[in-house]
């Protein structure tokens, strides 16, 4: 049993060069196994299901690319651990159909909602701030994402005084991405890479402006004053001579 990690290149070397019927384990993942057929690899994870081990299929290669492999993983570890056969599930609902090539910012955030238990106001208002800002950017392939589109968005919403909202997009920008990269999530890494890196350089930008600034009414400023001594109070009513 041969442990490599699943990359194209080893992948294309196993298909062309490895004996019908052998296999190799993942490295990373080592629950995954690739089974070398005549023209593909057929990939399968085994899972502990109320104590009794089972094989699910994942896809094959390359007609899966190894992103589609590792969401379907995650997915199966997930209804595993809730006592459930993942190999039901997946027929029953058709996943395989819902895993897209290109990876889209929506594509990652209903994964996101799925992995993650968020709190329902939370959660609406995470996919509102991205679709309402991002139009059709959130639908598209991360590969059409630009960064001066996200600059461009960033200053429309400062001018408007939506400094909220502003704040809001580059946080849930980044935690989905985040999110894209730790979980294998995602497409080309560069691409990931290069929006988060972008969020971080938007935020320390518009820092200053992101602090919420309190403005104070004039029965918290009274209560204030109410709260300094004498010293203080002549103090304070000596500086208020020097600007008059």
Known sequence: MEKLE?????????????????????????????????NLLAIFCTLRIK??????????????????????????????????????????NKIEDNISNDRTLLSITNIFFKEKNLNTKYAKDFVNTLKKNLHEIFESPLKEFKKAYLTQKIDDLLQREKRGTA?????????LLNFSLKTRYFGEID???????????????????????????????LKMINKLDNKQLMKVKKMLKEFN
């Open 167 to 175: 704040k809001n997009l580059l946080n849930y920008l980044s935690t």
């Open 51 to 92: 104590r009794e081990t089972t094989t699910i299929k994942l896809g094959t290669y390359p007609n899966n690319s190894m992103e589609e492999i590792y969401i379907k993983f995650a997915v199966a570890q997930k209804i595993a651990k809730a006592g459930n056969n993942p190999n039901h599930v997946f027929v029953s």
């Open 191 to 221: 691409e990931i890479l290069k929006i988060l890196n972008h969020c971080s350089t938007l935020k320390d930008k518009y820092k200053k402006k992101f602090i919420n600034k309190k403005n104070l009414d004039k029965h918290e400023i």
């Open 6 to 38: 699943f990359s194209k290149k080893e992948l294309n070397r196993f298909l062309l060069l490895g004996e019908n019927n052998s296999y190799i384990t993942d490295q990373n993942y080592p629950l995954i196994r690739a089974f070398k057929r005549k």
